[in-house]
């Protein structure tokens, strides 16, 4: 050990590659798979911590970081780092959002391949001593590839699709025609997208609002001869609603890399003769692993030479007098920046946000940063931060606009919201009260409500007397519990009125046609709540 170099604690197998930059900027220690108390009573004597997907850096960990200056986590998801707290202490958290995304997406032509042209089956019947020329395979040449989410990974999926000559279309609400256009790529609404393609992919981020995306309902609107792959989260589909489909004939086939729970050796999908299954290999391979290890280790050699780090979780550090000014209007950014992505319709193209109050005068980006995850959701390819904000708008085709106004107007605070869309414009508006996120305005509508709960009803209905009666005996005849509930008359629509309930759970589809079949019902949004 060299006197004064920083030490540097490797708890997890990174890349060796990696491990000889680390050297470069201090002592190196590989202790792998130590408990967590083992691994708390030594942490005092380090300045940085690498771990992968296996170490859980709780707060009650980071008490024993003393030292501590920066974590690094090779690989996009840092659900197994509490960020807050060690941002609380000051420590910068650093990941690799770009490290794993070729081999994701070359992982789902793989299996998209070996789904079409039968190789597991024909390699286990080979081995197995059967000689079996009479399986018949599909072409991908000018089939239809429908990619649900054209982020990183599913842009480089689009890239890899058109090579294969096949017709690409897509389906991401933040991603403009014109960008989808320099990809060659035809965007659309996402039942259009299922009825039209061939082969469907996902690529979308896990947000409570994708969760079971593709369900029952969806899964039936594909053709009798599309296949279904899945190489993003698990969560994404009805596990259950997919293996009723495959056994029913509703679909031909399925590849599928992730579960809803791992280890998935019981999962009902693993026993499905129709589906062509790996154990989470997506980012697997020697240069996902070198990438994303020696990306993290650059960063962590920059931060102890006293250089800011190139994709930071949560830096930079936004002045603590700020921070107290904003605080309370954390959970208000998230929950309007979820509600309008729940109420918009057709692809984003402008977002403007305005600061009215005290909250104007200070730096208001950990407000937009709170804003565009609740919107984007771009969980699986990297949480947005202080620091990647404004490339990550870019990069989907949102201009983002942002206005700020200092005096007070009806509330002494207030966050507003503003998307325009290839259907329209959505606008929401809200504040904070004693700490607690309240809904002020919708779409014209004036609300006082505070969004909680699991989920949330918005209906649009002609202003007559029976609609509270008749919405709320749908609920309750179907054991759903309402904890809150406001009524608001339209000042741009006269004769219309909005409902705003609370729901104690999520809304089960065949609850939503209830509503929507109510006589005098214009229009009904579900969000779902995190």
């Not at 930071?312 to 936004?318: D, F, K, Q, Y």
């Amino acid at each position: 050990m060299t006197a004064n170099r920083p030490r540097i604690l490797v708890a997890e197998s990174v890349a060796e590659d990696a491990i000889e930059i680390l050297k470069t900027a201090g002592d190196v220690d590989i202790k792998k798979g130590l408990p967590p108390e083992e691994l708390k009573a030594i942490l005092g004597d380090y300045d940085a911590l690498v771990v992968r997907s296996q170490t859980k850096v709780t707060a009650d960990l980071l008490e024993g970081g003393t030292k501590l200056r920066i974590i690094g986590r090779p690989g996009v998801g840092v659900d197994n780092i509490d960020v807050a707290a060690a941002s609380a202490r000051g420590i910068i958290v650093v990941n690799s959002p770009l490290g794993n995304t070729v081999s994701t997406a070359e992982h789902t032509i793989a299996m998209l391949m070996s789904m079409v042209r039968q190789i597991p089956l024909a390699y286990s019947e080979l081995k197995g001593g059967t000689w079996n020329r009479s399986l018949k395979g599909i072409e991908l040449r000018n089939k239809t590839l429908g990619i649900v989410g054209l982020g990183k990974i599913g842009t480089q999926v689009a890239g890899m699709a058109l090579g294969l000559k096949m017709q690409v279309i897509a389906y991401d609400p933040f991603v403009s025609q014109e960008m989808a256009d320099r990809l060659g790529v035809k965007m659309m609404e996402l039942d259009d997208l299922l009825k039209e393609a061939d082969f469907v992919t996902l690529h979308m981020p896990l947000t409570p609002n994708t969760e079971k995306l593709i369900d029952a309902s969806k899964l039936a609107l594909m053709k009798k001869s599309a296949m279904l792959v899945n190489c993003a989260r698990g969560k994404l589909v009805d596990e259950q609603a997919l293996y009723d489909a495959l056994e029913a004939g509703t679909i031909a086939g399925a590849a599928v890399d992730v579960y809803s729970a791992e280890p998935a050796t019981d999962n009902i999908i693993v026993k499905s003769n129709k589906v062509v299954v790996t154990p989470h290999l997506a980012a697997s391979t020697v240069e996902a692993e070198r990438g994303a290890g020696t990306d993290v280790a650059k960063q962590v050699r920059d931060v102890l030479m006293g250089l800011p780090p190139a994709t930071p979780v949560n830096a930079p550090i936004i002045p603590a007098e700020h921070m107290a000014i904003l605080n309370p209007f954390m959970a208000v950014a998230s929950k309007l920046g979820q509600i309008t992505a729940g109420m918009m319709e057709g692809q984003a193209q402008e977002l403007t946000i305005v600061y009215q109050g005290e909250i104007a005068t200070v730096s208001t980006l950990p407000l937009k940063v709170e804003i565009l995850n609740a919107l984007l959701g771009t969980e699986s390819e990297g949480r947005i931060t202080l620091t990647n904000a404004d490339a990550i708008a870019k990069d989907r085709g949102l201009r983002v606009k942002e206005e700020t106004d200092p005096s007070e107007g009806t509330y002494a605070n207030s966050l507003s919201l503003e998307v325009m869309t290839t259907k329209g414009t959505a606008s929401i508006s809200g504040t904070a009260f004693q700490g607690r996120a309240y809904l002020t305005s919708i779409n014209g509508f004036t609300l006082q409500i505070e969004p909680q709960d699991v989920a949330m009803l918005f209906t649009e209905h002609m202003d007559k007397p029976g609609m509270i009666g008749l919405v709320g005996s749908v609920m309750g005849n179907n054991s759903i519990n309402i904890s809150q509930m406001q009524v608001s008359l339209s000042s741009k629509t006269p004769g219309t009125a909005m409902m705003a309930l609370c729901l104690g759970q999520e809304l089960p589809a065949e609850v939503y046609k209830q509503v929507l079949a109510i006589e005098g019902m214009l229009k009904a949004k579900v969000v779902v709540l995190r």
